[in-house]
Structures are given as structure tokens and as C-alpha cells.
């Protein structure tokens, strides 16, 4: 948020930005509709923002939500092939992030998953890393699951 140009006046204007989720299911087209109507209904209700109305503006990346079923054989192999090489469970869950991922599923109707090496937690950092280990496992994973999903040996 940023409002005003030192701290003992009254701002003359103030700009708020922020991100706002999309949920599975959601289209983005709607949800922001529903945060204008909120912004306006607010506005409506008191008297020096109706005559001040504030505006929306929409900048910045868009990434939609996206759900590859969990029960595609290409998910269920490599599943299947991440347990077997790691010697752990592999779990499908969803991710608080945006990826292309959705461009694959939702605009070309192409079955994905997200899987990779490292934690998330260290991307897009100045100290971001992944260790030789994990790649090594990850592509091992990659390597298998594609060769059985596609029936080879």
C-alpha cells in the first residue's frame, strides 16, 4: 500500500495492489467481477466514496487454476515410478503457485503434472538451489515413467 508522500499528512491518494486466488472450478473473468461488485458495494456505502469512486485496474501476470485428474494413467505412473525409485509415497496435491501447466491442460486439453526436483520453498531466490542428487533422481523418475507410460522396456 502506498498513500501519500510523508507520513504526518493526509494522503491525497492512495493505491493498494495485491493478488487475488482463483480456485479450481473458478473462471477469472468472474472472480474479479465479484471483487469490483465488493469494491463498488463498499464505495455505495459510504458517502465520500460514492462521490470518490475508486477504481480497479487489472496488471500483472494471470494464471489460472488447472486439475489434471489424479486418476490419468500418466499421473498414476508417475505416481507409481517416484515411489519405486524414491522409496517413499508420492502424493498428488495441488500447488498455491502459478505454472504453465495450466496452458497444457486447460487451453490444449493435454493430461500434466507438475514433478521436479527441490523445494519450492527455495525458488526465486538469491540463495535458490537444487543438489545433483535431486535432478539425478527426478530425471531417473522422468526417464522410467515415460518409458512405461509409452510401453517400452
Known amino acids: 500500500m502506498q498513500a501519500g508522500t ?15 486466488g482463483v480456485g479450481l ?5 468472474d472472480v474479479r467481477r465479484q471483487l469490483e461488485a ?5 464505495a455505495q456505502a459510504d458517502p465520500f466514496l460514492r462521490d470518490h469512486p475508486p477504481t480497479v485496474e487489472w496488471v500483472g501476470g494471470v494464471w489460472e487454476p488447472s486439475r489434471p485428474s489424479p486418476d490419468h494413467p ?13 522409496g517413499a509415497p508420492a502424493r498428488v496435491c495441488g500447488a498455491p503457485y502459478g505454472s504453465d501447466l495450466r496452458l497444457f491442460t486447460n487451453t490444449f486439453g493435454i493430461p ?3 514433478f521436479g526436483p527441490g523445494d ?21 523418475v522422468l526417464a522410467a515413467t515415460i518409458c512405461e507410460y509409452c510401453g517400452v522396456r
Open 6 to 20: 510523508w507520513p504526518a499528512i493526509v494522503p491525497e491518494r492512495l493505491v493498494a495492489e495485491g493478488r487475488i
Open 38 to 42: 465488493a469494491v463498488e458495494r463498499t
Open 120 to 140: 519450492i520453498r527455495l525458488a526465486h531466490f538469491t540463495d535458490e538451489y537444487v543438489s545433483l542428487a535431486e535432478v539425478e533422481c527426478a530425471a531417473l
Open 25 to 29: 472450478g473458478e473462471v477469472i473473468e
Open 112 to 114: 500434466g503434472v507438475l
Open 74 to 86: 500418466i499421473v498414476r505412473t508417475l505416481q507409481r515410478v517416484a515411489a519405486d525409485v524414491t
